[in-house]
């Protein structure tokens, strides 16, 4: 069985360097556009799962066709846009680890709530294809493979990418 962890396409807010967590933003025309060129991905026989957020339900049918899929909310991220936000401001300045930012959740709440829903999965017999975000990906990577001395942010992929894990060892999607 193979966990894959794709991330969504660009958003208009990724192509900006925007946080947007919780805003529910379509995919950009670049980010469909390069999706619809993405190299395929040979996933067999499997169970689709989003965060349910519009810009993962749009890469999963790009990437994959109209097939059948779940929502699990709890891979989703947390934060609203918050850029201009002085609060948002001051909660960057601080441990976003242990702090969460104004309304929202810390590194460590939100790691738990995505590991929790990570491990509910790991039971299945089937492999599992899983269109959610980088910070979410992140969190469950960093958390797999400590070995590797990679923090959050060295494991969050590029849109459009991700990785595969299979059994204790993972490859990366391109």
């Given amino acids: 069985m193979t966990i894959f962890l ?8 990724n192509e900006q360097h925007l946080y947007c967590g919780s ?48 929502v699990v909310r709890d891979f989703r991220e947390s934060y609203e846009m918050l850029k201009d936000e002085p609060a948002y401001q001051a909660w960057l300045s601080r441990d976003p680890e242990i702090n969460p930012p104004p309304g929202g959740e810390s590194g460590e709440q939100m790691t738990r709530r995505v590991l929790a829903a ?7 017999k089937e492999n599992t294809v899983i269109v959610t975000h980088g910070g979410v990906i992140a969190a469950i990577m960093a958390s797999l493979f400590p070995e590797e001395g ?15 894990i299979t059994g204790g060892a993972y490859s990366t999607i391109p």
């Fill in 23 to 70: 805003t529910d933003l379509p995919l950009s025309r670049a980010g469909r556009e390069a999706l619809a060129s993405h190299p395929s991905i040979d996933v067999g026989a499997a169970h689709f799962i989003t965060s349910g957020m519009r810009r993962c339900n749009e890469t999963l049918a790009i990437l994959f066709g109209d097939v059948p899929y779940e």
């Fill in 118 to 124: 990570y491990k509910a999965l790991e039971s299945r």
């Fill in 150 to 164: 990679k923090n959050r942010y060295q494991w969050q992929p590029k849109p459009g990418e991700g990785y595969a």
């Fill in 6 to 13: 794709i991330r969504h396409g660009r958003t208009l807010a």
